[in-house]
């Protein structure tokens, strides 16, 4: 797509509002040009860290490309990226075919870098293929955005990938907006802007029009961003997970040979593309046809899988990517940083998707593939489930799991050391491939975690995602995880053996409606013993209603007892045991039925199988049935009937209730609105980013904020803070405290010693004191106290009624950013026993924060109140990364509404990093 600068003509700049994360592209948008003006502009922007390091992303068709910044060296790069478009581009591009201006845009574009300007460019193979750029005008924060993009490399998504990351850059110099003309005829470059997801406002000017792209986040951009994710993703992966050609390299001789294990597996489990081996002496391999090395095979294999040595990797990528290869499948282990670095640069430079390395391998079931490249001894049957994970036993143990339950796969892949693929990919992928509708991960890291988030809430919403909640023995990061699960609608198991408890349930049986559970046995002891473990598993075993219980009398055999749990007596038939249940599983007060049997010498004599009664149940029912049968099978099945639903039996009743306990809270999730991100609330971010990067300038090793700096930046957000005055010493002391509360009046004086922990605070808060002599004596004592190490001295009025309460956010180096809630005042660790939800948050997140176990309900204003205070935090951690964490300690809810009494800001130097931003790890 030719670039978007015209011939010189005046900056029409127009200041908009926002920031912006990005992601992904759309495979329609690589459009001509924009009329933008050429001549340069220096600007004086808000000072920010740069982004200078270069990387790799995808365009929508699964390309890989490489986004850098460029310099003074690409000049000849850039101006033959300009002399070798068309003639029609170049008109489009310039309002003219001036050579003139071709060579003053490569000028401007490729100059030493200078402030309000900045030039990126999109390479692949090595060749130039795109560039951006923005101008923007002294003190303003609106910029003129322009484009250009190769001929032969239009409509794969290179001018939105440049435009978000372009956009990127400009918010973190404090750009708000971009600015734009075009031609009316060049309908291309009007759709690139309009397909980004941001606000764009145009105006005709005759053959001209101006555009105005505003550079705000919110939910339908992140949306669109998604999307165009989730396409490019799902176009990458199609070489590693849909392969129509695979080589094995390493296959030795040897029986042991572990290329040789993945060769013998992909054969013999009828892969339905051509199969290739790479052997320096071999001519066939297991029957399958060896060459001495990739380039000689006879055509380029869409995906190899390598199993050599691991100081043979990174040459032995190379080599797959000079020839074409898309994909790798590196099950080999042992790779050092170096190895590492060398293997991923391969992959980069050559655009291949990486699986592993470290890893046990992939299967997919798909009819048109058929390819099973793994170390497991078992072959995946065909079915519905995906599964993803990073630890081989792991993967081992839920294969032979899911086979025993008959539950059969879509895929199953192992992540290894997760050096590209991750789960977060898997996810996307499962989403849009019209098979798969149960997803079960097991994931020691996240990649990035809020995109992840955002990708398993959307997922979830659609099928199950399970989990194993492994790492709960470290007690902060645990809870980050919890409330990650909690977020995006993940189905958290503490083991394996309950994932595939839970799995059994979701997979065959509907969701209940709530949590309440009909018990039925035919032994009361059992009966009593399952209902205790629902009522442990946090489920209810309400009484049945009379009605109810009278239809059910009177379909039991003599001497049942109809209450719950319902006990049908040794003497219960296959018929009446049949329709008590399906009476249950159809009645409003009910949301589950657990039924436990033993096997009786009734049952034995007259030919009856109770259980029988349970999986020949008509299908459809409305609500979920389980059985439990102490010893009489394995931990969980799934028995089945003909015609009949598949029914998940327990050996025992704990492990049903908690998988039932599971089921009612992705049902309870499932019914709740989803959460959406509120509108921005308002704030000065552009002065919030101006005050830290001047602190940082002064503090280049980071730390925490006086109370001035603390409170200035919160005054950015519109946090409410009480009134209070800064004094320096004793005097100035005295006239604030006159001037907040009057001669004689009550005021609090809080000193201000800079590195003083936070436990010691509370010795450095004389309360209560009132009238100038009292005043000069609390002062007098904390100087005492402290000497010179005292910097000044917060005056407050005293605080008024109400709850304390704790918010803040904490920068978490996995996580990112997080904001925490909970109990005020008495605990230091600003996670614990506290609710935390990552930024930024949901209208749903941060209700949920406010309404959290622990907290004391508070009234109607004040929760509104609560939850507009914790969007503000959440704004302030995202638009500022150098924030490593901030504590309001203690927040105060009551009548008079709810302020910030107290707060402590620590700063860090820190890299921005937009976590939306679409590129590869």
């Known amino acids: 797509m030719p670039d978007t600068r015209p011939a010189p003509a005046p900056a029409r700049p127009v200041p908009v509002h926002v920031h912006v994360h990005v992601h992904q592209t759309p495979a329609h948008a690589e459009q001509t040009p924009v009329h933008v003006p050429q001549t340069p502009v220096h600007v004086q922007q808000t000072p920010a860290p740069a982004r200078h390091a270069p990387v790799h992303a995808l365009l929508a068709d699964g390309t890989t490309v490489r986004i850098r910044r460029a310099g003074p060296e690409d000049h000849d790069a850039v101006l033959g990226l300009y002399e070798a478009m068309s003639p029609d581009h170049l008109r489009l591009r310039f309002f003219s075919l001036s050579r003139v201006s071709v060579r003053r845009a490569a000028d401007r574009a490729t100059a030493p870098g200078r402030p309000g300007h900045r030039t990126l460019l999109a390479e692949h193979a090595g060749r130039l293929v795109g560039l951006a750029e923005y101008d923007g005008p002294p003190g303003g924060t609106t910029a003129d955005a322009a484009l250009a993009v190769a001929d032969d490399w239009h409509h794969r998504g290179v001018a939105t990938l440049l435009l978000e990351h ?310 902060g990061r645990a809870m980050t995880r919890q409330a990650l699960f909690a977020q995006a609608g993940i189905t958290a198991t503490r083991t394996v053996a309950e994932l595939l408890d839970t799995a059994a349930l979701l997979h065959a049986q509907p969701l209940p409606h709530g949590t309440r559970v009909a018990v039925v046995s035919n032994a009361g002891g059992l009966g009593v013993l399952a209902a205790d473990a629902c009522a442990d598993a946090g489920l209810s075993v309400p009484p049945l209603d009379a009605a109810l219980a009278a239809e059910l009398r009177g379909l039991l055999p003599e001497g049942a007892a109809v209450g719950n749990p319902v006990v049908v007596t040794a003497a219960v038939g296959e018929e009446r045991l049949r329709a008590c249940v399906e009476r249950l599983a159809r009645h409003d007060g009910v949301d589950a039925v657990l039924v436990t049997l033993v096997p009786t010498a009734v049952a034995a004599a007259t030919g009856d199988d109770p259980l029988r009664a349970l999986t020949e149940l008509p299908r459809p029912l409305p609500r979920p049935v389980v059985a439990v049968l102490p010893a009489q099978a394995a931990r969980v099945g799934l028995r089945r009937s003909r015609g009949g639903t598949p029914l998940p039996a327990y050996s025992d009743a704990e492990d049903a209730a908690r998988a039932l306990d599971h089921a009612a809270r992705r049902a309870a999730w499932l019914s709740q609105r989803p959460g959406t991100l509120p509108e921005p609330v308002e704030a000065d971010t552009s002065k919030a980013r101006r005050l830290v990067a001047a602190w940082l300038e002064e503090h280049p090793a980071g730390g925490r904020l006086d109370p001035q700096d603390t409170a200035a930046l919160l005054a950015c957000y519109g946090i409410p803070q009480p009134p209070w005055a800064w004094a320096r010493d004793e005097d100035e002391a005295v006239r604030a405290a006159e001037r907040l509360a009057g001669a004689g009046g009550r005021v609090v004086l809080r000193g201000y010693v800079p590195g003083l922990p936070h436990r010691d605070e509370r010795s450095a808060v004389p309360l209560d004191v009132h009238g100038a002599a009292q005043v000069r004596a609390a002062h007098r004592d904390l100087v005492a106290r402290f000497g010179d190490l005292l910097a000044g001295v917060v005056v407050q009025p005293p605080p008024d009624r109400g709850t304390e309460l704790f918010a803040g956010v904490v920068q978490d180096e996995v996580f990112g950013p997080l904001v925490v809630h909970g109990p005020g005042g008495a605990a230091s660790e600003p996670l614990a026993d506290r609710a935390v939800r990552l930024a930024p948050l949901t209208d749903r997140d941060a209700h949920d924060l406010v309404t959290a176990p622990g907290l004391r309900a508070a009234p109607a204003a004040d929760t509104a109140r609560l939850e507009q205070l914790l969007h503000r935090l959440s704004r302030l951690a995202c638009d500022l990364p150098h924030l490593a964490e901030a504590a309001l300690d203690p927040v105060l809810a009551g009548p008079h509404g709810v302020h910030a009494l107290n707060a402590r800001i620590h700063l860090t130097p820190r890299r921005p990093n937009d976590p939306y931003l679409r590129r590869l790890r």
Request: hydrophobic share 45%; net charge neutral; with cysteine.
């Open 166 to 475: 372009l956009a990127d850059a400009a918010r973190t110099a404090g750009i708000t907006a971009f600015t734009a003309d075009a031609l009316a005829e060049n309908h291309e470059v009007l759709k690139v802007f309009d397909d980004l997801g941001l606000r764009v406002t145009r105006h005709y000017d005759g053959p001209e029009v101006h555009c105005v792209v505003e550079l705000t986040e919110d939910e339908d951009y992140l949306r669109a961003v998604e999307a165009r994710g989730s396409r490019a993703g799902a176009a990458s992966l199609r070489p590693l997970l849909r392969p129509r050609s695979v080589v094995v390299i390493g296959a030795g001789r040897s029986p042991g040979s572990v290329g040789r294990a993945v060769l013998r597996a992909i054969r013999r489990g009828g892969f339905t593309g051509r199969l290739f081996a790479v052997h320096p002496e071999a001519n066939a391999l297991c029957g399958v046809p060896a060459h001495p090395s990739v380039a000689a095979l006879p055509l380029v294999p869409d995906l190899a899988v390598i199993a050599v040595p691991a100081a043979a990797v990174p040459g032995v990528a190379e080599e797959c990517g000079r020839a074409g290869v898309r994909a790798l499948l590196v099950v080999s282990a042992g790779l050092d940083a170096r190895l590492s670095d060398a293997l991923m640069e391969a992959c980069r430079g050559h655009g291949m998707r990486l699986l592993g390395p470290h890893c046990l391998g992939l299967a997919t079931t798909d009819d048109g593939i058929r390819l099973n490249a793994t170390l497991a001894t078992r072959r995946p049957g065909p079915g519905t489930a995906g599964v993803a994970v990073q630890s081989g036993g792991v993967g081992i143990a839920l294969l032979d799991g899911l086979a025993r339950l008959g539950i059969g796969l879509s895929e199953f892949v192992s992540l290894g050391d997760t050096y590209d693929v991750s789960g977060d990919d898997l996810l996307q992928w499962w989403e849009a491939d019209g098979r798969t509708g149960l997803a079960v991960l097991h994931l020691e890291s996240f990649g990035n975690p809020r995109a992840f988030s955002r990708t398993a809430r959307r997922v979830a919403r659609a099928m199950p995602v399970l989990t194993v909640d492994a790492g709960r023995s470290e007690p």
